[in-house]
């Protein structure tokens, strides 16, 4: 299993767009990249997974470039509500397998 | 969108009682659950894998007799802190993935149990 680098933290203020780099050098062929959020005292909630180049949705881009060894989740115009820990994973893309977490970003927006 | 229930939130109780835990997905059938362990500060740890109508599988270093996993059905999975004490007192949480299982649907995790021995 591929393992992932992030930074520990990241300090950001309102509005600003905030970027999270992931590395996964070992990424398997098949393997997917899937982006976590999470509050204190929650459940981790999926943001954003892609395969390669880039993937849009109503809250987050990720951005995987060809080579794929690592990836990196935008946030665009962030708020304080986005203060959390944001976890990179790779994902196996194989029936009935686990998501292994590392330390992942914990992200502190200030106002 | 998928959701994963967890239920209780919270429990408190003395040492040496047997806490269970359930995870129910609402709206989709997950033939494989997962267990995580979250102590504070720190990562998720995968505890184990539920598997519809078989045995769990347990990650090393996780006492099988100690976490009791049962998933009697496609859409809940129990974990069973046996003989519970202070040590055990942690944030356990659930997750499933829709559909086949493969990459292509995400894991949606449950909100968690806060889990206190006194």
């Known amino acids: 299993l591929a393992k992932t680098t992030q930074p520990i933290s990241m300090d950001s203020y309102e509005g600003q767009e905030v970027n999270i780099t992931c590395s996964h050098n070992?990424?398997?062929?098949?393997?997917?990249i899937t982006w976590y959020q999470q509050f204190p005292s929650q459940g981790p909630r999926f943001i954003i997974q892609g395969y390669k180049t880039k993937v849009t949705n109503e809250v987050a881009s990720l951005f995987i470039p060809a080579d794929r060894k690592s990836s990196t989740l935008s946030l665009p115009r962030v708020s304080l509500s986005d203060t959390a820990v944001y976890y990179c994973?790779?994902?196996?893309?194989?029936?009935?397998?686990?998501?292994?977490f590392g330390k992942g970003t914990t992200l502190s927006v200030s106002s | 969108g998928a959701v994963v229930s967890q239920h209780p939130s919270r429990v408190i109780c003395k040492s040496g009682t047997s806490v269970k835990i359930e995870c129910r997905s609402l709206?989709?059938?997950?033939?494989?659950m997962f267990w995580y362990r979250q102590f504070p500060k720190q990562s998720l740890m995968l505890m184990a894998t539920s598997n519809e109508g078989s045995k769990a599988t347990y990650e090393q270093g996780v006492e099988k007799d100690k976490f009791l996993i049962n998933h009697a059905s496609l859409t809940l999975s129990t974990l069973t802190v046996t003989s519970a004490h202070p040590e055990d007192s942690s944030f356990y949480i659930c997750?499933?993935?829709?559909?086949?299982?493969?990459?292509?649907?995400?894991?949606?995790f449950g909100d968690g149990t806060r889990l206190s021995i006194l």
């Open positions: 997750s499933a993935r829709e559909g086949a299982g493969g990459a292509g649907q995400p894991q949606h």
């Open positions: 994973l790779v994902v196996v893309n194989q029936a009935g397998t686990a998501l292994i």
């Open positions: 070992n990424i398997a062929t098949n393997d997917y």
């Open positions: 709206d989709f059938q997950a033939t494989t």
